[in-house]
């Protein structure tokens, strides 16, 4: 491995073992893989009504096309409909046909499989089928599905609520109610695609003979797709295989088992052929999850001094037309008031959430889920007290941030925070981009107006079992594993209960194991993504990753170095005590004496003269659970600045820093990447990304034509630095850290715009904020109020 | 459906194929000769995942149709370096970290490669507009511009 030398391997900066089949175009995505002969490739007909009734289907015109043929919801009769919500309180328990029958709910609901001997057939055969539909009235907007005689989605949610939750804290009526002043707004997101750059797709084969039932598909949750199919299905767990090949991008959409999957495999069994599906963008946009349509009502009271009193927040969801899969409704419902309360002390909280039904697109977890949103809620009314009780925007959050003495600390929505360095986060920060000179820059350019932004997030992650059956998702385990097998070479190999899709775990995995293992990373192959490999887990979602299946990692590790130090004690005749491991052997501490690593593992496997110890078992192989006891909250504060081209409203974002605080760091340079990435997530929805439908559901934004994507040309460089308080209450000290750059990106880019407008009055309180809104307020006498 | 024999120069090796007329260069390398280190992200041109180097210049495979690269030399991911060996582009993306999922990459490397032919020491800003026609998901750019930097200083001294 190249690089420079660290003095470990765990903080070292080392460059990935995942790059090199990357670069050269030797890697395996789901579209790359040589199919089996006989495959049939699929594409997937579907609606282009937000609601209707279907009439009838007729598939005769697809004979043309030789070898094609077309399955329905009546070629499939047993199969049963999902449910994603379980009957538990607050939840309405609806039905998602994985093929429509009847009536379908949004625009990309499957109606058909068709079938044939190439994609660019099946294309032809699809356009072949006439499908008659009686349309009906389409809920688009949450006002439109919560609107009296509004009409269901779903007869099971007659008030199109699918999820609700509400809670009060003791005593909040009577501190709200002290309070000298109180803030009110209301904030609403941008409704968004992920676009991962790799569709979804997957490849279905079933092998009667064997009993064998394989699914790839690009996913983010092997286990759980093949939990599901199973449940729907009924079929065997130990006759279904579901491998996630190279994963071109995943930032939650592909965290969720679609019914394209199911399908897939259902249409293989019953024709015995392998059945591959390769989605289109217009598939994805169509059909994968949608994000972050939410609104967020807040009433923020605060003593005279600027200390928060008591907080109320009012959250809408708009669902889609079903809840997903593992994370049904509630995903963004039930994060929203989780992840509001941030790094902030204050007692006081109540909320109401809502889930909302309409005809559009399910909706599902996407980078920080309803995290961006919340803290552009919670950091726009920090900004708006700030400017109505004459404090900077930094004292009124120094007043308000917890500090050392509070920790451990438990917050309004019952999410312990075991350490954080958010004072020293937030100095860092403003010396980092150079704050205080700000107001050197601001009228640097008379063609420009410059404002500068600053935002203190949290991030929620590693979350464990406990967590999700406390959210109702008893599909999600929330434990992870790895088995730590070390050959007779002494080299090892990792099999991780997750799957990478770009994060770098082949690399990040290595380095927390060979910590203990006293071998060099490279010397530590990591498997993950096929369930017949890894060990039973999760997925890789929420930030997860090395909290939870880093926990399983150093353990397996830690129970491999014991054993290997008992070994080489007995072969040394030494204190297993005494013994340590490092740069391949196993030494006696302060005597010179050793052994390799290799003639210990060679002694486990019984390929050395000299046995194991009396009483050892053979072998260096072990297959280790962990479960994440609490959520580990890692926390950063953003700043940005922007300029607005004053003849066109067009934003540029000038500067952009971050100080940061996820626990250890165990590569740095993983890190960082995954911090630019996830901001650049979020400056698109902040500042371009919008899903616009028309008034009956049509989805108009279903090409990178329509939905803006950021380019190199529309992002700064990210100036960066790291604090490393180590977490206390996960393995490492580490702390998850993927999602912290978007809950970031999106406050601090409104905090900023709204700075630069601030001589004008106006407080924008919507993403994405548009160049013409801008010009309009520009244009606008200095203290016209705008939206 | 009608086809066409073609004859195409691809990483330097001469390939002659009867194809569909319809059939798009990209699913030919992709498929036909299982080159499937070009990628198709979006299908109509936007993402520049599937950009490949026709006769040297920057195209969008999925644009393209196979029997309009009749005749033409051209150069896929596959074909950057040696067999087992990385070309200064490349070298440059992995010491940077310009990569993760890595499904956008083959297209950045054929635009950062046409962009230091013409422009050895390209700007900051020239290596943003360069690369403006592709999209990348997972690095907010920052460390693709600095790996085109890091990559023409190697190309110079090479």
Not at chain 1, 596 to 625: C, N, Q, W
Not at chain 1, 642 to 653: C, D, L, Q
Request: hydrophobic letters at 40%; one cysteine or more; aromatic letters at 6%.
């Amino acid at each position: 491995m190249d690089g420079p030398a660290p003095a470990g391997p765990f903080g070292a900066r080392l460059p990935r073992k995942e790059d090199p089949r990357l670069l050269r175009g030797e890697a395996r995505f789901l579209d790359d893989i040589e199919v089996p002969p006989g495959t049939l490739h699929a594409v997937f007909l579907r609606s282009p009504h937000a609601h209707a009734r279907i009439l009838g289907i007729d598939a005769s015109g697809v004979r043309d096309i030789p070898g094609a043929l077309v399955l329905t919801a009546a070629d499939l009769p047993q199969l049963p409909p999902l449910r994603p919500d379980l009957p538990l309180p607050g939840f309405a328990v609806t039905e998602r046909p994985l093929l429509c029958r009847d009536l379908v709910r949004f625009v990309g609901d499957c109606v058909a499989i068709v079938l044939a001997e190439d994609a660019y057939a099946a294309e032809d055969a699809a356009e072949l089928v006439a499908v008659d539909y009686e349309p009906l009235p389409a809920i688009v907007t949450l006002e439109q599905a919560l609107a009296e005689g509004a009409g269901s989605v779903h007869r099971e949610a007659p008030d199109n609520v699918l999820f609700r939750n509400q809670v009060t804290t003791e005593g909040f009526d009577a501190a709200f109610a002290a309070a000298p002043h109180v803030f009110r707004e209301t904030f609403v997101g941008s409704r968004v695609a992920t676009v991962s750059l790799e569709p979804r797709g997957c490849l279905a084969r079933h092998d009667p003979g064997l009993d064998e039932t394989v699914l790839w598909s690009s996913t983010q949750v092997p286990h759980l797709v093949r939990n599901m199919l199973c449940e729907v299905l009924g079929l065997a767990d130990t006759a279904v295989r579901v491998i996630a090949p190279d994963v071109g991008g995943g930032f939650g959409v592909k965290a969720s088992v679609y019914p394209e999957e199911i399908l897939a495999i259902a249409a293989a069994r019953l024709l015995g052929r392998p059945v591959k599906w390769a989605g289109d963008r217009q598939d994805d946009f169509l059909s994968s999850s949608h994000a972050r349509d939410m609104r967020f009502g807040v009433e923020m009271a605060m003593d005279a001094d600027g200390v928060l009193a008591a907080i109320r927040i009012d959250v809408l969801a708009n669902a889609g037309a079903y809840g997903g899969i593992p994370f049904g409704s509630s995903i963004e419902a039930g994060g929203g008031p989780r992840t509001f309360p941030g790094p902030y002390r204050f007692r006081h909280y109540a909320f109401r959430t809502r889930a909302v039904a309409t005809h559009t697109t399910p909706s599902g977890p996407y980078r920080g889920v309803a995290a961006p949103i919340a803290f552009m809620a919670f950091e726009g009314m920090m900004d708006r007290a700030a400017a109505a009780l004459g404090l900077t925007r930094e004292e009124i959050r120094r007043r308000n941030l917890l500090d050392t003495a509070d920790f451990p600390f438990v917050n309004a929505s019952g999410i312990r925070y075991d350490i954080a360095s958010h004072h020293r986060t937030l100095t860092k920060a403003l010396a980092l981009s150079e704050w205080e000179d700000f107001v050197l820059r601001r009228d640097a350019d008379p063609d420009k107006i410059r404002g500068i932004g600053i935002a203190c997030v949290t991030e929620q992650t590693g979350q464990g079992s406990t967590r999700y059956r406390a959210r109702g998702l008893l599909r999600i385990p929330g434990i992870e594993a790895a088995r730590l097998k070390m050959e007779p070479s002494g080299r090892a190999t990792l099999a991780v209960s997750q799957t990478t899709q770009g994060q770098g775990h082949l690399t990040t995995f290595a380095q927390m194991a060979a910590e203990h293992l006293g071998i060099p990373p490279a010397h530590i192959t990591v498997l993950e993504g096929d369930t017949a490999v890894s060990p039973f887990g999760s997925g890789t979602f929420a930030s997860r990753s090395v909290v939870a299946a880093g926990g399983a990692v150093i353990t397996a590790a830690e129970v491999i170095a014991k054993k290997m130090k008992r070994i080489a004690g007995h072969l040394l005749e030494a204190d297993e005590a005494d013994i340590v491991l490092r740069d391949g052997r196993a030494e006696v501490v302060g005597t010179g004496l050793s052994v390799t690593i290799e003639e210990v593992a060679r002694t486990a496997y019984a390929m050395r003269p000299k046995g194991v110890p009396p009483g050892e078992s053979f072998g260096l192989d072990t297959t280790e659970y962990w479960d994440q006891p609490f959520s580990s909250v890692s926390a950063a504060v953003h700043v940005a600045e922007v300029s607005i081209e004053k003849a066109t409203g067009r934003v540029k974002v000038e500067r952009y820093s971050i100080v940061h605080d996820c626990g250890r760091v165990v590569n740095p340079m993983i890190v960082d990447g995954q911090v630019h990435g996830a901001v650049v997530q979020g400056l698109g929805p902040a500042l371009m990304e919008r899903l616009v439908h028309d008034e009956h559901g049509q989805l108009l934004t279903t090409t990178l034509l329509d939905y803006t994507l950021p380019t190199a040309l529309d992002v700064p460089d990210i100036a960066m630095e790291h604090i490393e308080t180590p977490a206390l209450d996960t393995k490492g000290g580490v702390k998850g850290m993927a999602e912290g750059g978007t809950i970031g990106a999106i406050p601090v880019l409104l905090s900023a715009i709204n700075d630069a407008l601030r001589p004008h009055g106006a407080w924008i309180h919507a993403i994405p904020v548009r160049a013409e809104q801008l010009l309009r307020i520009i244009r606008t006498q200095p203290g016209t109020p705008e939206g | 459906m009608s086809t066409v024999e073609i004859t195409v120069t691809v990483n330097g090796s001469s390939r002659t194929r009867r194809v569909p007329d319809r059939l798009l260069l990209a699913d030919f390398l992709r498929h036909e000769l299982r080159l499937t280190g070009t990628h198709v992200g979006c299908g109509h041109g936007v993402c520049g995942a599937c950009t490949v180097l026709v006769d040297g210049a920057t195209m969008r495979s999925c644009l393209m149709l196979a029997v309009q690269a009749d005749g033409a030399s051209i150069t896929t991911v596959e074909g950057l370096a040696p067999p087992g060996g990385l070309h200064p582009v490349q070298q440059a993306f992995h010491e940077l970290h310009a990569l993760q999922c890595g499904f956008c990459t083959p297209g950045f490397l054929a635009s950062t490669i046409e962009l230091l032919r013409e422009n050895p020491d390209p700007s900051e800003t020239e290596i943003r507009e360069a690369l403006h026609g592709n999209i990348c998901r997972c690095t907010g750019y920052v460390n693709i511009v600095k790996a085109v930097r890091r990559a023409a200083e190697l190309m110079r001294a090479g």
